[in-house]
């Protein structure tokens, strides 16, 4: 069994392959300040009882944004499973061409989700991501990471309003009924949601007239659903794109390959 691992600045997702099925996923929060062996009860605490052995875990791959937290994970991956696990980073086989100026400042979940998209919806795509930051990324009609654009996540913006507005409050990230707000809450909530799919609708049709033509546009990430629901541009929601294009990576890299 393959053992994905994704840290996210908010987020860790796993998930576990049997074969080329994905099994099980889990999504823990991320914390700098947890010790591999505060990680590894967390994972003892989830494989097991969802109807995985510990031991059936023959192969990892790691990918994170979070530079602290990778030789964190490397070592919960030894002494939880005694595997090395493959740590996505420069020297790796992805299968794309990373095409943008810098391609060492592009982020591991960045490239997973292109190479996800790239095999399972094919090329040109535009990958839209709702995590701690919400990004977009362009792959081309022949699968090169092209580059994309970075915007705040809604999560951020609606923590500045109540960090940054003494009389506006902490609120929930929930579709309101209108989006004329009758009261201060349904008008943040409003400006967020409404606010945000105007964003993504403007951001995704302007790389579509970039890369020239239609684009199957994929969604992912935790708020994923509630913008999508809401978008005319947004073609599809996958959650797990991310660790699809983990375990392709894999694949590349394989030490039987």
Known sequence: MLLVIDVGNTNVAIGVYVGEHLRATWRFATDVHK???????????????????????????????VPPLVGTMVQVCERTFGRQPLVVEAGVRTGIRISSEQPREVGADRIANAVAAARVYGGPAIVVDFGTATTFDAISKDGDYLGGAIAPGIGIASEALFAHAA??????????????????????????????VGLVDGLVERIKRELGGDAAVIATGGL??????????????????????????????????
């Open 167 to 196: 009389k506006l409050p902490r609120i929930d990230l929930v579709r309101p009924k209108s989006v004329i707000g009758r009261n201060t809450v349904t008008a943040m909530q409003a400006g967020i949601i409404f606010g945000y």
């Open 35 to 65: 010790t591999p062996d505060e990680y590894a009860v967390l994972l003892r605490g989830m494989l097991p009882p969802g109807g995985i052995a510990l031991d059936a875990i023959t192969d990892i791959i790691l990918s994170s944004v």
């Open 224 to 257: 994923a659903d509630i913008i999508a629901r809401e978008s005319t541009t947004i073609t599809v929601v996958d959650h797990d794109l991310t660790l699809t294009g983990l375990y392709h990576i894999y694949q590349l890299n394989r030490p039987t390959a």
